[in-house]
Nanobody, 125 residues
Framework: QVQLVESGGGLVQAGGSLRLSCAAS????????MGWFRQAPGKERVFVAA????????AYADSVKDRFTISRVTAENTVFLQMNSLKPEDTAVYYC??????????????????WGQGTQVTVSS
């Protein structure tokens, strides 16, 4: 089992920035990829970004590319999502997730094995 706890959400004006954190505990040696997803009200949960735990390779959704940056500190079992130039359409609950399989940087919700409880991000116009 891997436990995940997100933090750093909040209310910000359009154009502003937020940094989300996700701390992992438990069987962290099993982590292959960590990802961020988001779910807006009435919509499906969708992929935002992912990073491989060992090599640090990254992948981004087109909607956040060049605005969001995913990073990790393996010694602290923590992954970050730096969000800049935020837009009202970025408003959602943001979830971090872990994929323990050998396939890196997958983008489907069903590919991830463990999930955090989510943190709310609200961007006002």
């Amino acid at each position: 089992q891997v436990q995940l706890v997100e933090s750093g959400g909040g209310l910000v004006q359009a154009g502003g920035s937020l940094r989300l954190s996700c701390a992992a505990s438990g069987r962290t040696f099993s982590i292959n990829t960590m990802g961020w997803f988001r779910q807006a009200p009435g919509k499906e949960r969708v992929f935002v970004a992912a990073i491989t735990w060992s090599g640090g390779s990254t992948a981004y959704a087109d909607s956040v590319k060049d605005r969001f940056t995913i990073s990790r500190v393996t010694a602290e079992n923590t992954v970050f999502l730096q969000m800049n130039s935020l837009k009202p359409e970025d408003t959602a609950v943001y979830y971090c997730a872990v994929d323990i399989t050998r396939f890196p940087l997958r983008r489907r919700v069903r590919d991830y094995n463990y999930w955090g409880q989510g943190t709310q991000v609200t961007v006002s116009s």
